[in-house]
């Protein structure tokens, strides 16, 4: 499966497929009839705010909350008559992790997989091999109340490799850990990709989405808003660069007035101004030309952010 | 469901439990034993003087195993609320165990599965605490163990189901103070349920407890239970299956959402 090239070439069925896919919690509509194919060694992103209807969808995909409405394939099977069989195949990382913080490390991890019915005797030297890969082998036998969320949310990952899954799904893998954490957990997450391993994930952070995803939909509001790659959805809904203008508190407002059409596109957030531009130079000069005079200006490159804004009108992260 | 999930689901307990059973145990009959020194021996030689007609033993011999049937129904509550809400609620283990093939139903089976075991090691005790204090021999004793079982699965089923379906953990507290309590004192474990007031007495033979303590304490003195034992064993396996029942059909609804 793996050629001279490094690259991971498989073929065969979607490994989730799912079409008109609703949930409802009562009058509630969490998932509102969403369309997603995701193909064999494929690393996909759901990305959105939090209550777009990600780890509803997740939870659908994850055989353990049936759709409301829709046809949803699992691995080739239906999570309604097939669940246990389904579940036997993915790993999940939940959005909490669901740990007993009394048990040591290793504990968490066996009697995880005897769920699986994984027998000790061949789970023992697969945790010792997973406690390695997510650098938690020193703390085998602590107990796991009084470690960082970064090792705890290691070991979350650990627990769901134990089954070695052919599709990993994980609910906001990294949100809350420290920057170091979260470039490990990325790391490892690459090198399963590396490997073949199916990687679905949700998401509110841009970066987290760009470095991990082949592909990703956009979701608001239960529904899907874009789908892409991380790099043509931005070539798509965003300039080359963006401009970001600060002001003095107060003067935004007046200055927005005479910024129209000095750009593709001008963004007003509540604590600053962005311009979409193909020449980020060449704006900053008009926008001198103008008697606009900000506090700060800083070009950067447009990101899966600025695709959120176009595409909803509001910001990501609240 | 399939017994083998229900089954990991069992041993999951026990490989959790395994460094604090005899803490546990020691600390479940702690509290029924000296119940048994300061009622049995200290209140009994009391009462011994009188003319209480009491299955035509003594107080001490009449009052074990009536706090052993009572003991497994704290017992049976205690295993299936606390632990219940930290699964489903506080660190919500149970979730992460219902993304692998381990279903509801397995869940709840092999919960209360582990809730059984827990029972017979406690029920052993306390009746070898029995034997110790001279209430019983030990044939005696022995045949109180299942009862007593019964009677704690009895509370057990149903009382994992009500955990998973209350809105809020005080309702626990509040089931403790005004369920198990008032049982626990006016079951028959104590005194004879003749003394009641008439409207009482008929509230406290419909509660699982009075049959439960019935039936263990024809088992352990050998005396004729007030109804056919068939009949109270057939009242408590009632409570058992409806409550199992119940609890897979509340533990799907919660945790299927």
């Known amino acids: 499966m793996i050629e001279a ?6 073929v065969g069925p979607p490994v989730i497929e799912a079409r008109g896919l609703v949930k409802r919690f009562g009058s509630f509509t969490a998932v509102d009839g969403i369309d997603v194919r995701v193909e064999p060694g494929e690393a996909f992103g759901f990305l959105g705010p939090n209550g777009a209807g990600k780890s509803s969808t997740m939870r659908m995909i994850g055989a ?6 829709g046809h949803l394939r699992v691995l080739g099977s239906d999570p309604a008559t097939h669940g246990p069989a389904i579940r036997a195949r993915i790993g999940v990382v939940p959005q909490e992790d669901m740990l007993d913080t009394e048990l040591s ?3 968490n991890l066996l009697i995880y997989g005897r769920y699986f019915g994984l027998p000790v005797r061949e789970l023992r030297p697969r945790i010792a091999g997973l406690l390695d890969f997510m650098q938690l082998a020193d703390r085998a036998r602590d107990r796991v109340e009084p470690l960082s969320g970064g090792m705890k949310r290691r070991l979350v990952i650990a627990r769901a490799l134990l089954n070695a899954p052919d599709l990993l799904l994980l609910d906001e893998p990294t949100t809350g850990l420290d920057p170091q954490a979260r470039h490990l957990v990325w790391d490892r997450l690459y090198q399963l990709k590396q490997r073949g391993v199916t990687i679905v994930l949700t998401t509110h952070y841009m970066d987290e989405a760009e470095q991990l995803c082949d592909r990703l939909v956009v979701m608001d509001g239960g529904r899907i808003v874009a789908e892409g790659a991380p790099r043509d959805l931005v070539a798509a809904h965003a300039t080359r660069e963006v401009l970001e203008l600060r002001f003095a508190p107060g003067e935004q407002g007046d200055a927005v007035g005479l910024l129209d059409g000095v750009a593709e596109r001008v963004e007003q957030l509540p604590d600053r101004v962005l311009l979409y531009t193909t020449d980020a ?19 950067r490159r447009s990101s899966l952010e600025d695709v959120f804004l176009r595409l909803t009108g509001r910001s990501l992260v609240e | 469901m399939t017994a083998a999930p229900a089954l990991r689901v069992f041993e999951a ?5 395994a460094p ?4 546990a145990t020691a600390a479940a009959v702690l509290i029924p034993l000296a119940f048994l020194a300061a009622m049995g021996l200290g209140l009994g030689t009391l009462v011994d003087r009188g003319d209480a007609d009491l299955a035509g033993g003594s107080y001490l011999a009449y009052l074990a195993p009536g706090l052993l049937a009572a003991t497994a129904m704290q017992t049976g509550v205690g295993e299936s609320s606390w632990p219940v809400r930290l699964g489903v609620k506080w660190q919500k283990t149970y979730l992460a165990t219902l993304a692998t093939p381990v279903s509801t139903g397995d869940l709840v089976l092999g919960q209360l599965l582990w809730v059984a075991l827990r029972l017979l090691v406690v029920a052993l005790a306390l009746a070898a605490g029995m034997v110790a204090f001279g209430a019983t021999g030990v044939a005696g004793a022995a045949r109180a163990v299942a009862p007593a079982v019964l009677t704690g699965m009895a509370f057990a089923a149903p009382m994992a189901a009500w955990a998973v379906l209350m809105a809020k953990d005080t309702t626990i507290v509040a089931i403790i103070r005004f369920g198990v309590t ?27 407890l009075w049959h439960g303590v019935e039936l263990t304490r024809s088992a352990a003195l050998s005396v004729p239970p007030t109804l056919p ?6 009242y408590l396996a009632a409570w058992v299956l409806v409550g199992t029942l119940v609890a897979r059909w509340a533990f799907a609804r919660q945790l299927r959402q």
């Open chain 2, 182 to 208: 008032p049982l626990f004192l006016f079951s028959g474990a104590f005194f004879p349920v003749s003394q009641l007031p008439r409207t009482l007495e008929a509230l406290a033979v419909v509660t699982p």
């Open chain 2, 20 to 23: 604090h059973w005899r803490t």
């Open chain 1, 64 to 69: 353990v909350s049936p759709p409301t409405v």
């Open chain 1, 105 to 107: 490390v290793t504990d």
């Open chain 2, 229 to 234: 034992a068939v009949l109270h064993v057939a």
């Open chain 1, 5 to 10: 090239s490094g690259t991971v070439q498989l």
């Open chain 1, 281 to 299: 130079d060449r704006t900053v000069a008009a926008v001198t030309e103008r008697g606009v005079r900000p506090d700060q200006t800083m070009v």
């Open chain 2, 13 to 17: 307990r026990a490989r959790a439990f």
